[in-house]
């Protein structure tokens, strides 16, 4: 990819990000305007920031990458995360907004008057946003590399300074008008490129259904395995090999591959002559960690959707940096119309990825191959159009990935320095919330330097699984159920959560790699979520006499609309 565009539009969208935040820090005053821009964001500007912050690297890179690796399947990534914010709407955007609170630890302390379960939701938080951060951060790196062949920590690093600079500085009025600005940046670098894309493979001659027969390279193409893999083949294959493949050294000698699986070390290359099909990877059965260990669905592809719907559609309303938005609404009827804004934004921008992914399947199938397949949507221009054009379409879109990163990664931040500030810092000030800001971008950037593991879109995935199994459960039954104790609450996130969260440890190290345990531990939220939930409701029917004296107060006021609850007290 031609660098010559591409890195000063990234230096732009830095430079932009950085201009707005200082704007946004002109009108930051007191500590209200730090945690929740004082309660005063109307419903389109907040709609457009829970947008920008939302639309993350799983969704301008992630789901195309998985899209050109796994097929249409994988639209339930998109459709998933669009219904989330249904299920937010009708259970519980105006009545946690009506709690008065800034923070999910806030909400469960002011449910169940309980500082126990307020110290669990915090680390609940902290641990999620770490979770969601990590693939941000990896994201850069790979964008940053591709772009010019640095490291992959120092794209993950220029957002790790850009984000802590722009939320410790402003808090959330800040990251306010920067997450609305990049929503609309975002959208126009992926909308922009796919209109020219389009009509370049119209006037290719490609395959119209690119997923009605097997992916082909359609010129002779040369691809480096970084990782061992093993290549499935359903017919026999002659490929040229520059490294080991079954054991067997090879020096650039045409090698005739019959059916079966073969094994490939890393650091091969292979160079495959055109029209050949492209195999099938898989680097589960090797035992490494890789683009398609969470994805590896063969096995249960059934279970392994269902799983993937249960978690995207339940877990967005526990994620800390899209919860803390709806504090910022006005009232609770501002906050139901911030989602529905919401829903027509992210459904808009979700239109898009899934055709990168079928072009890329076309015009870039080695990536599936290479372990690259998140760098589809940055190198399709170049591929398909080519020449100062493609350049600069390649420039628009790079700046957009890097918008979608600091974005995201600005909500999650504040988010998580929030809980830091409010829980773990000696006070709740402005100078310890931007203590608290360092620390929340600290941990995930040096995880980032030592971890490898999941796609964007896997890693995002199961962020959601921990979030829909822990969160979930606390907020619909502390908001729809006066029956809900403290021990309750916390043996249901301790069971649902705890168990996701080490499912999700288990598989972004590898284990098992294969067989219904890997389909349980890479897709917990089918088992998990009814598990946090059952627990939450068992344990505290077990406690009655726990329950919080004034609940029926606490719930009147999370379910009556603010003019009501006004005439009331008068």
Request: charged share 15%; aromatic share 8%; glycine share 12%.
């Amino acid at each position: 990819m031609n660098s010559s565009y591409a890195v000063p539009a990234v230096a732009l969208v830095v430079l932009a990000t950085v201009l707005v935040g200082a704007f946004g820090l002109r009108i930051s005053r007191t500590t209200s305007d730090f945690y929740v821009a004082s309660r005063t964001v109307g419903p389109r500007l907040n709609a457009a920031a829970i947008s920008g912050e939302y639309l993350s690297a799983a969704s301008f890179l992630g789901i195309a990458g998985l899209v050109l690796v796994q097929g249409p399947d994988m639209l339930w990534y998109p459709v998933g995360y669009t219904a989330g914010y249904l299920v937010l709407l009708l259970f519980v955007a105006a009545p946690l907004r009506r709690s008065g609170a800034y923070t999910l630890p806030d909400f469960a302390e002011a449910r169940l008057s309980s500082h126990a379960v307020r110290r669990l939701a915090g680390a609940f938080v902290v641990g999620t946003g770490w979770l969601y951060l990590l693939p941000q951060l990896q994201g850069a790196g790979l964008t940053l590399t591709v772009l010019t062949g640095a490291p992959d920590e120092l794209g993950g690093l220029i957002v790790a300074v850009v984000v802590v600079a722009i939320v410790a500085a402003g808090g959330m009025r800040s990251i306010t008008f920067v997450q609305a600005f990049q929503y609309w940046l975002k959208l126009t670098a992926l909308l922009v490129p796919a209109l020219f894309l389009i009509l370049a493979w119209q006037g290719d001659g490609a395959p119209s259904r690119p997923f009605d027969e097997p992916s082909t390279f359609r010129e002779q193409s040369a691809v480096r395995v970084d990782d061992t893999l093993d290549l499935k083949l359903d017919r026999p294959l002659t490929v040229t090999v520059k490294g080991t493949v079954d054991g067997r050294a090879h020096e650039d000698q045409k090698v005739r591959l019959p059916v079966g699986t073969h094994h490939i070390e890393a650091g091969t290359r292979l160079t495959f002559d055109k029209g050949a099909p492209v195999p099938d990877p898989d680097r589960g059965s090797s035992g490494s960690l890789s683009p398609s260990q969470a994805e590896n669905r063969g096995e249960r592809p059934l279970y392994a959707t269902y799983g993937l719907i249960l978690a995207t559609f339940l877990g967005t309303m526990g994620l800390p940096h899209v919860v803390v938005r709806f504090y910022t609404s006005p009232h609770g009827v501002a906050a139901r119309r911030t989602t529905v804004a919401v829903l027509g934004l992210i459904g808009a921008f979700y239109l898009l990825p899934p055709v990168y992914g079928a072009l890329g399947r076309l015009y870039a199938p080695e990536l599936s191959l290479s372990g690259d397949a998140d760098a589809a949507v940055l190198l399709l221009p170049e591929r398909m159009i080519g020449g100062l054009g493609g350049d600069l379409l390649g420039a628009l879109v790079a700046g957009g990935a890097f918008a979608a990163f600091l974005s995201t990664a600005s909500g999650l931040t504040m988010a998580v320095a929030g809980v830091l500030t409010q829980d773990v810092l000696p006070s709740r000030g402005v100078r310890h919330f931007r203590l608290g800001t360092v620390l929340a971008m600290a941990v995930p950037l040096a995880a980032s330097a030592l971890v490898g593991g999941l796609p964007v879109a896997d890693a995002v995935g199961l962020a959601f699984a921990v979030s829909a199994s822990s969160f979930c459960p606390l907020l619909v039954l502390g908001i729809w159920w006066r029956r809900l104790t403290p021990p309750g609450a916390a043996a249901g996130m301790l069971v649902g959560g705890g168990s996701a969260l080490l499912a999700v440890a288990a598989t972004m190290a590898g284990f098992p790699g294969s067989g219904a345990l890997h389909a349980l531990l890479a897709w917990p939220a089918l088992w998990s979520v009814p598990l946090g939930f059952l627990t939450m409701i068992l344990v505290s029917l077990a406690t009655p006499g726990r329950v919080p004296a004034g609940t029926a107060a606490i719930l009147a006021r999370f379910h009556l609309p603010e003019e009501l609850r006004a005439e009331v007290k008068a």
